[in-house]
C-alpha cells in the first residue's frame, strides 16, 4: 500500500513536471504504456490470491484512474497553454490602415436626374430620350414658335451647318423636342420624362453654355390643370422633403403650353441665410401648363380628343437649392475634391427623402 | 416694365395698397420683380431748417449746423455741403436711420472733435435722383418735423417682368385693365383730347411710296405742330420718366417716352426745318448710313425700313430716330409721326443693328395698330399744352391692319382645361374688364370679339387661359394623377441601365464627370476618326467651338487638372454624347480613363499601378452588365497592319471588343505622345463603350428562370502548360480549347504566362487548368485522359504548340 502511495505521488510530480505535450506523452507511456509500471502492477496481480488481489487491485485501479485524469487536466491545459502562446507572437497592430479601394462618387446632376425619375415613376411617368443635335421643327416650330418671334431669340440658340437634306440644325436649347418626338411615336395615354442635356449660347456666373433638364409630358383625354397642380405639388414636396411646402402656380407664357404657369416655392432670405419652406417669400423653380392645342395637332393628335400638360425642371437649379451648392460653374470643372464634397456614393438612395 | 403707382392711378381707380397691388399683378401673370417704396425707406427722415451755419474749428471744407427739428427740439448737425445756409429747409437722417444709397445706418459722432447728431441728406443719398449742387432743398412752406416722404410727395416704383405674349401691358393703362379686371380698383375713361388743329399743312407725305415700304408700314400718320417752345420739361413728367429710370431729355422728347410708357405706343418728333420736302417710308438703299440719337452711326442694309426724308434716312423705322433732324432747344416746327410697322421686319432690322430701344422692344412684339391716331392725338395734345403753339390736321395713308376677330367660344372648355366651374356671368365679366366684346351668346357658347391690342389671343385655349389667369389658379382644386394602366408605359430599360452603369462605376472607384459636349478644334482633330467634325456656327469661344467627336480630351483635360492639384491616382468616367458627320450625328457612349496606382496605397507594399488589363476588365464588366455573356465578346489587338490603332492609342497596348460584326468597345492605353500634348506625363488607361453599337437583346420580359439542377458529380480539374508562339493571342487558344467539349468543359483559366531567359525567344509559356462537370455520371480516369489527350493534340496542332510536363 504504501508503495502505492509513493508511486502516485511520484507519478503526479512527474505530470507536473511536464511542461509540454510530449514530456507528458512520455510520462503517459511510462506508466500505463504497453510496458509501463502501473500496467506492469495490473498484469501482477493474477499471481495474487483472491483476497489480495480484491483489495490490492481496487488499488491499484484506483490510482490509474488518478493517474489518467490527472494526464488529462494537464493535456487540456498545456493545449490551451500552447494556444495561447501562440496568440500573444501572433499579435497585431490593427490600428495601422487597412488596405482600401475607395469607391468614387456619382455627380450631383446624376443624381438629382434619378431622383426627379424616382419621383414620378410611381405616377406612371416612363422616361424617354432625344438627340442633343435637333432640327428647327423640333425644337421650335412643333413646339409653337412662331418664325422671327422674339422668344426664340430669347433661346440663344447654337446653330450648326445646315443638314444634306436642308434642315436647319441646332443645339436644343430645351428638352421640350422630346415631346413631340414621344407624341409622334406613340398612342395616349403618355406620361413621360425627357431628362437630358441643352445648350444656350450664353456663360456667365449664373449661366452655363450647357445644362440639365428634365422635361415632363401627360397627354391624356381628360387630364386637367387640377392634375398638373397635384402632379407637380407631390414633385416639390418629395424632392424638397417637406411636407405641404408652400406652393404658388403663377400665370406666364411658354409658347407650346397654354394656360402656361410658373411654379413658386416658399423659401426664407434672412441674415444671408437661405431656406427652403414656409418663410412669406417665393422662389421659382419650375415651368408648366397645358400643351397648346398647336402643338398637339403638330404631331397628329386632335386637340378636341387629347388634351394634357407638360413642365420642364433645371436641374442644376434644383440641384443647388436642395443641396446648398453657390458656384453653377463648378458642375464642369471636374475638380475631385467638388466631386467628393457634393456627389453621391453607389449605395445613396434616390429617394427625396433623404 | 417700370411704371409708378401715381402713373398707374392715372389709369386706374383704387385705394389698394401697394402690398395688394403687388400680389395682385403676381397672380396675373404681371410678375412682381421690384418694388420701390421710398416711403418705407425714409420712415424717420424728417423735413429740418437750418437756423444757423458756422465754420468747423478744425474742417475748412466742413460746417457746423444748427437745426430746427419741430417737435423734438435743435440739433447740432456737422455738413459739407457747399449750399448750406441760413433757412434752408431739407432732409435730417437721424441716428438709427439708414441711408437708402448706400445702406449706411446714421450714429452721433464725433467729426474732428465736434459733435454731429445726424446727417443732411442729398438726392442721391435719398435715391431720388441725381445731385446738382449738395443737400436736397425743399419748398419754405415745409413745416419742421413733417416725414420726408411727405413732404416730398414720393411716388412707389413697380418693376414687373413681362412675358414676351403680354404686348398690351407694355403700357401702363393695359397694367391698369388688367388690375382692373382682377378686382383692384376700376379703369379710368380715356382722357379727352380737346384740341383744335387750326392748319393745313403744305408738307406731305411723299407721294411716291415704294409698295414694300406700304407692305411693311401699312399705316403712316402725323402732323405739324409749329410755334412750339421746346423748354424745360415740366416736373411732374421729368419725374415720372426718371421715376422708371428713363432721362429726362427735353419737353418734346419726354412727351414722346411718356406715351410709349403710357399706351405701349412709340412715336416719333422730328424737327421740320432739318426736314427736305417731304417725309414718308422706304427701304434703305445699299451703302446709306444714319447717326442714331444714340451717337452712333449705323450701316443700313436693303432690307431695312428707314423713314426718309426726299435725300435722306431720318430715322430707322420703329427702332431709332436719327441725330440730324432731332429736336433741339431752338426746335419751333416738328412733324410727329406715328404709325404702324410690322413686327417681323422691326425684330430682323434690329436684331441685325444690335439696337435695344423701348420702341424697337414695343414694335417688334406688335403695338395695337388702332393706337397709332390715338396716340399721335395724346401726344399732340401734350406737346400743346407743354410746348404751346399750333396743330396742323393731320395727315396719313393706309389704315390699321386687322387684328381684332371674332371667336366661338364653348363655355364647356373651362372646365376642360381647369376642372373649374366658373358660371357664365363671371366668365362674360372677366372678358369684357379685360376689353373683349362677347357679343352674342347662346346657352353654352360665347362669341367674343377679340380686341386689336390682343394679338396673342388665337382660340378657345387662349381664352381659356385669360378666365383662368384673372379667376386665379389658386382656385383651381389640386387633383392626383388617375392609376396609369401598366401596359401603356413607355419601356425605359434604357435610363435604369445608365444608373446601374454608373453605380457599378462608382463601386470600382471611378468618379462620374460632365464636360462640356464641345471643345476646341484643335483638340477635337487629335480624336476625330475618318468622319467630318461638327462646328457650333456662333460658338462661345474658339475653346468651345466643335462638337465632341470623343470623350476622352476632356477625361484628360480633367486628369491633367487636378494632377496639377497634386493627386494622382485617379479613374473618371462620362456617359455622355459624341458627334461627328455620320448618318446618326451623335452616339451615347461611356468614356473612362484610370491614372496611378490601382489600389490606395499601402503599408503592406502589395498595391500595384493600373494597367491595361484593368481598363478590359471594366470595360467587359459594363458589357457583362448589359446582357452580354463575357463568352460572346471577342478581343482584338491593334495590329499595324491589319486593324490599326486610332492616333490616341498605344499601338501595343490596345484594342477592340466586339460581338459579333459589331464593335462595342475600345481599351488601352493612351499614345505617350498624345498625353505629351495633354501635359501628363502619367501612364493613361482608357476605354470606351460604345453603348449605340450594343445589339439589343431580344429576351422577352418574362422573369421565369430556368430550373436549377445542380450537378451531383464530382468535378475534375486539369492543369495543361504549353510553349507557343509569342504572337498567337491567348484568348483564341482559350476559347478553342473550351470548345472541345462544350458539354463537360465548364470553365478554361489561364494562370500562368511566362516569356523570357529560361525559353526559346519569340516563344512564350503559359499554363492554364480547365475544370470538367459531367452532368450524368462521374467521369473515370480513361474518359478524363481521352478529354486531356483532344485538348493537347488541338493545341498541338492549331496552334504549333508544344505541351510543356
Sequence with gaps: MENLDILCKKIISKIDEADDLNTLNAVRIDYLGKKGEITKLMKELTNLTHEEKKSYGKNINTLKVKVLDSIENKKVYLEKKIILDN???????????????????????????????????????????????????????????????????????????????????????????????????????????????????????????????????????????????????????????????????????????????????????????????????????????????????????????????????????????????????????????????????????????? | ??????????????????????????????????????????????????????????????????????????????????????????????PGNVIPQNGNKIKI????????????????????????????????????????????????????????????????????????????????????????????????????????????????????????KNSKTPAWLSSRLEAIGLRSVSALVDITQYITIDLGRPLHAFDLSKLDSFIGPRLAKASEEIDALDGKNYKLSEATLVIADKKDPQAIAGIIGGMSSACSEETECIFLESAYFDPNSIAKSGRSLGILSDARYCFERGVDPESTIRGLELATQLILDICGGEASELISYGEPPKISFDLNFRLCEVERFSGLVIDKKTVVEILEKLGFQVTESNEDVLKINVPSWRRDIDGEQDIVEEILRIYGYDKIKTHKLPEMDISSQLNSRERTRDAKIRRFLVSKGFSEVITWSFLSNESAELFSRDEALIKLKNPISSDLDTLRPSIVPNLLSSIQKNLVRGLSDMSFFEIGPVFNNNLNRQNQIIGAVRVGNYSDKHWKKDYRPTDVFDVKSDALDILNLMGIPKKNIITKQYNLDLLPAPSWYHPGQSGILSVGKNIVAEFGRLHPYLLNQFEIEEDVFCFEVFIDNIPKSKKTKSFTRKKFSPSHFQSVERDFAFLIDDDIPVEDILRKVSGVDKNLISSVKLFDMYKGDKIESEKKSIAFSILLEPKDKTMNISEIEDISSRIIKMVEKDFEAKLRH
Design chain 1, 87 to 354: 496568440i500573444n507572437k501572433e499579435r497585431l497592430d490593427i490600428t495601422l490602415p487597412e488596405r482600401s479601394y475607395s469607391s468614387g462618387h456619382i455627380h450631383p446632376i446624376s443624381h438629382t436626374i434619378e431622383e426627379v425619375i424616382e419621383i414620378f415613376k410611381p405616377m406612371g411617368f416612363s422616361v424617354a430620350e432625344g438627340p442633343d443635335i435637333e432640327d428647327d421643327f423640333h425644337n421650335f416650330t412643333a413646339l409653337n414658335f412662331p418664325p422671327d418671334h422674339p422668344a426664340r431669340e430669347m433661346h440663344d440658340t447654337f446653330f450648326l451647318n445646315e443638314s444634306n437634306n436642308g434642315e436647319k440644325l441646332l443645339m436644343r436649347t430645351h428638352t421640350s423636342p422630346v415631346q413631340i418626338r414621344v407624341m409622334k411615336d406613340n398612342e395616349p395615354p403618355i406620361r413621360v420624362l425627357a431628362p437630358g442635356r441643352t445648350y444656350r449660347c450664353d456663360y456667365d456666373i449664373t449661366h452655363t453654355p450647357m445644362f440639365h433638364q428634365v422635361e415632363g409630358l401627360v397627354i391624356d383625354k381628360k387630364v386637367n390643370m387640377g392634375h398638373l397642380k397635384g402632379c407637380l405639388t407631390t414633385f416639390v414636396e418629395s424632392f424638397f422633403g417637406i411636407n405641404n411646402l408652400p406652393v404658388r402656380f403663377r400665370p406666364s407664357y411658354f409658347p407650346f403650353t397654354e394656360p402656361s404657369a410658373e411654379v413658386d416655392i416658399g423659401c426664407q432670405r434672412k441674415d444671408g441665410e437661405f431656406k427652403i419652406g414656409d418663410g412669406g417669400e417665393w422662389l421659382e423653380i419650375l415651368g408648366c401648363g397645358m400643351v397648346h392645342h398647336n402643338v398637339l395637332k403638330a404631331c397628329g393628335l386632335d386637340p378636341n380628343e387629347y388634351q394634357g400638360f407638360a413642365f420642364g425642371v433645371g436641374v442644376e437649379r434644383i440641384a443647388m437649392l436642395k443641396y446648398g451648392i453657390t458656384d453653377l460653374r463648378m458642375f464642369f470643372d471636374c475638380d475631385l475634391r467638388w466631386i467628393k464634397h457634393y456627389g453621391f456614393s453607389f449605395l445613396d438612395k434616390f429617394d427625396g427623402n433623404n
Design chain 2, 1 to 94: 416694365m417700370k411704371f409708378t403707382l401715381k402713373w398707374l392711378r392715372d389709369h386706374l381707380e383704387t385705394d389698394a395698397s401697394v402690398a395688394e397691388l403687388e400680389a395682385a399683378l403676381t397672380s396675373i401673370g404681371l410678375e412682381v420683380e421690384n418694388v420701390q417704396n421710398p416711403n418705407e425707406q425714409l420712415a424717420g427722415f424728417n423735413i429740418v431748417e437750418i437756423i444757423s451755419v458756422s465754420k468747423h474749428p478744425d474742417a475748412d471744407k466742413l460746417q457746423v449746423c444748427k437745426v430746427d427739428t419741430g417737435k423734438k427740439g435743435l440739433k447740432q448737425i456737422i455738413c459739407g455741403a457747399s449750399n448750406v445756409r441760413e433757412g434752408m429747409k431739407t432732409v435730417l437722417a437721424s
Design chain 2, 109 to 228: 459722432s464725433k467729426i474732428r472733435g465736434v459733435e454731429s447728431q445726424g446727417m443732411l441728406c442729398s438726392s442721391s443719398e435719398l435715391n431720388l435722383g441725381e445731385d446738382f449742387d449738395g443737400i436736397i432743398e425743399l419748398n419754405d412752406n415745409c413745416e419742421n418735423g413733417l416725414p420726408a416722404s411727405e413732404a416730398l410727395d414720393l411716388d412707389v416704383i413697380f418693376e414687373i417682368s413681362l412675358t414676351p405674349n403680354r404686348v398690351d401691358a407694355l403700357g401702363v393703362r393695359g397694367i391698369a385693365r388688367d388690375l382692373a379686371a382682377k378686382g383692384i380698383g376700376k379703369l379710368k375713361q380715356e382722357k379727352v383730347c380737346d384740341f383744335k388743329s387750326s392748319f393745313k399743312t403744305e408738307f406731305k407725305i411723299s407721294s411716291k411710296l415704294p409698295e414694300e415700304a406700304i407692305k411693311l408700314c401699312p399705316h403712316f400718320s402725323g402732323r405739324v405742330i409749329k410755334g412750339v
